[in-house]
């Protein structure tokens, strides 16, 4: 196990309500991601960290804001849910930016209705 | 759209025969990652490659970067029930950009007795 928790691991919320998803890793990795899973688009890169509120946007930042106050945990904001943003939502870790191991987290099932 | 290729989409082999995997993309990769997922549940990490010419091998798994650093295969000997799952290869796609991953669609693989 990576040391990563996701939660929470299956939410259903209604849309134009707003969603928090957080990601604790106990490895003291200085990089933390959010991805998000969609049949037919794969796994594709929303928010990244480098570090303690160090973050940037990757392929898909539309809609998602992130925040990291502590080394270990990442939240993931979806600030007004859409039916869009149904999804499977992984947090992933690295120690480092020299391409070491990346480790991801279990998934969290989001569905917007 | 897939900026990495798998191939093939999907395979059925026989328990104790050989499958081999692909991952193709057409500009060079400074990271390449290989993970395993089983339906409803997190990625596993298997190899991570990222010098031409490399091949590295954990149990009955191989992966292998081509020299030119656009192409990676995975190759499973003699399967077994647990090697099932769904295959995904990530790739880091610039040189200063690690663990930004953008990943293939991925291959399902089921093994039959």
């Known amino acids: 196990d990576a040391g990563i928790t996701q939660s929470p691991r299956h939410k259903v919320t209604e849309t134009g309500t707003p969603v928090t998803l957080r990601c604790h890793q106990t490895?003291?990795?200085?990089?933390m991601y959010w991805y998000r899973q969609d049949p037919g688009h794969g796994l594709r890169l929303i928010h990244y960290?480098?570090?303690?509120?160090?973050?940037d946007k990757g392929e898909v930042s539309d809609g998602y804001s992130v925040s990291r106050s502590k080394t270990e945990d990442f939240l993931l904001t979806l600030e007004s849910a859409t039916s869009s943003q149904t999804s499977v939502y992984f947090c992933?870790?690295?120690?480092?930016?020299?391409?070491?191991?990346?480790?991801f987290g279990e998934g969290s099932w989001l569905t917007v209705v | 759209s897939q900026e990495l290729e798998q191939s093939p989409q999907s395979l059925i082999v026989q328990e104790g025969k050989n499958l081999t995997i692909n991952c193709t993309s057409s500009k060079t990769l400074y990271g390449l990652y290989w993970y395993k997922q089983k339906y409803g549940e997190g990625l596993i990490f298997l190899m991570m490659?990222?010098?031409?010419?490399e091949e590295k091998s954990h149990e009955k798994i191989t992966a292998k970067l081509d020299e030119k650093k656009q192409q990676s295969s995975l190759h499973i000997t003699a399967s077994q029930p647990s090697h099932a799952g769904i295959y995904l290869c990530?790739?880091?796609?610039?040189?200063?950009?690690?663990?930004?991953?953008?990943f293939g669609a991925g291959t399902q693989v089921v093994v039959t007795p």
């Open positions: 990530g790739a880091d796609r610039i040189a200063d950009s690690w663990g930004k991953l953008q």
């Open positions: 992933a870790i690295s120690p480092t930016d020299a391409g070491n191991t990346i480790y």
């Open positions: 490895e003291n990795h200085r990089y």
């Open positions: 490659l990222q010098k031409g010419g």
């Open positions: 960290s480098y570090g303690v509120k160090d973050t």
